[in-house]
Structures are given as C-alpha cells and as structure tokens.
C-alpha cells in the first residue's frame, strides 16, 4: 500500500543541476520523516539527506553538504532533493526512504 516514485533523474553535465522528486502515498506523510540514499555499481548504499516531518530539521552526508538541499511538501506528499554543483562521484542510483520503504530509484549520472 505504501509507494514511494521517485523522479527527475537524467544525464547532466559537472557543475550541473538536477532537482529529485519523490511522490509517496499509503500513509500520513505528514506524520514521518523522509530520507533521500543513493548507491553506485559495486558499493554501498548510503544515506544522502534527511528531513523531519514538518520539515524543520535536515540533515546531511558530509560529501554533499552545501551542495544538495532537501525539503518537502506536506499538502502534495512530495520530498524533494535539490542538487547543485554535481560532481561525476555523484553518479548513482537515488532512492527514496521512509522506515523499511523504498522507491524504485531514478539514475542520475554526471558526466561530460
């Protein structure tokens, strides 16, 4: 029942930007935190950015502090993640998060 679709993934240059959406539905969005992860061919899957459920508080990984910002949009169910200044060790698949749920993922790639 819960769905996570995230979106707005592509192809962008260094120095580019692309901005992520992620659509949720299945339960009280306003009610949860929202977590933005990424994860490239052959390592780990990592946390990229955090966001309280009123959107108050953020956090993020040190590799993309200043660079990303996450946010949300309680009355569309919708998590965002801004990324500015891509760098090609951003490439990755970028996966939406809430508790054990998880979206299908949306490739951003970085590449000149």
């Known amino acids: 029942q819960v769905r996570l679709v995230e979106s707005g993934g592509g192809l962008v240059q260094p120095g580019g930007s692309l901005r992520l ?7 009280t969005f306003s009610n949860y935190a929202m977590s933005w992860y990424r994860q490239a061919p052959g390592k780990e899957r990592e946390l990229v950015a955090q966001i309280s459920d009123s959107g108050g508080s953020t956090n993020y ?3 993309v502090k200043g660079r990303f910002t996450i946010s949300r949009d309680n009355a569309k169910n919708t998590v965002y993640l801004q990324m500015n200044s891509l760098k ?6 970028y996966y939406c998060n809430r508790l054990f749920n998880w979206g299908q993922g949306t490739q951003v790639t970085v590449s000149s």
């Open 21 to 27: 959406s992620c659509a949720a539905s299945g339960f």
């Open 61 to 63: 990984a040190d590799s």
């Open 88 to 93: 090609p060790e951003d490439t990755a698949v």
